[in-house]
């Protein structure tokens, strides 16, 4: 064999092999493309689900918050009408209006306690259950003190002293709730930055 004929078998033999390595690349190559891209699907997949789990998370706090604020609301307006009572002016109001405004807010958080009760945790419930029992006891407690005079400012100190008494259970009430949303969210946010850092 001379020169020409080794050379043109070593050329065709490198060439074959190196057919034959790119037909092996190619292939795996294939393979490799396939996997990335179903990894790829299911890290979607994944992902999709976690933004819809943290989706509903969120949704489940905004309703579990909504509830607590406008439980707070009404202790607030009740407990406003009675510094509005507490703080009237000779001539200022009338004791008709107040029997109203006061009868009305706590006939309005008296039912919001009870639309809501189903929705609050054991102790939260104990806690409303009892605000409730204080705005019934406003209510009576502010018509009674209130007919003893003629105007709202000539209260007695008695009913001063009772009114200032419910208002701070209302306070506290506020408070304890105040204090579990706080928890609650804070839970949420280090919880959510937890997971998502």
Same mark, same amino acid.
């Given at each position: ?54 989706? $509903? =998370?969120?949704?489940?706090?905004? =309703? ?29 109001? #009338? =004791?008709?209006?107040?029997? #109203? ?18 929705k609050l945790g054991e102790f939260e419930q104990t806690v409303v259950e009892r605000a409730k029992d204080v705005a019934v006891e406003v209510t009576y407690q502010a018509r009674a003190f209130l007919d003893e005079v003629q ?9 001063? &002293? ?9 306070? &506290? ?7 579990? $949303? $706080?928890?609650?969210? $804070? ?11």
């Amino acid at each position: 064999m001379d020169t020409e004929q080794i050379t043109i078998l070593v050329v065709g033999g490198t060439g074959a092999a190196l057919a034959l390595l790119a037909l092996i690349i190619a292939v795996a190559g294939k393979l490799s493309a396939g996997s990335v891209q179903k990894d790829i699907e299911h890290l979607q997949q994944d992902i999709s689900r976690q933004e819809s789990a943290q989706w $509903m =998370k969120n949704r489940e706090l905004e =309703k579990w918050l909504k509830v607590r604020s406008a439980i707070l609301l009404g202790m607030q307006k009740l407990k406003e009408e009675i510094s509005r009572i507490l703080h009237a002016k000779p001539g200022a109001l #009338k =004791k008709a209006s107040c029997h #109203k405004a006061v009868s009305d807010t706590g006939r309005a958080f008296s039912e919001l306690c009870e639309n809501h009760a189903g929705k609050l945790g054991e102790f939260e419930q104990t806690v409303v259950e009892r605000a409730k029992d204080v705005a019934v006891e406003v209510t009576y407690q502010a018509r009674a003190f209130l007919d003893e005079v003629q105007d709202p400012a000539e209260l007695s100190s008695k009913g001063r &002293e009772t009114l200032l008494r419910l208002r701070a259970e209302l306070t &506290e009430a506020q408070q304890f709730l105040r204090d579990r $949303m $706080m928890d609650r969210l $804070m839970k949420h946010v280090l919880k959510d930055g937890g997971e998502g850092g």
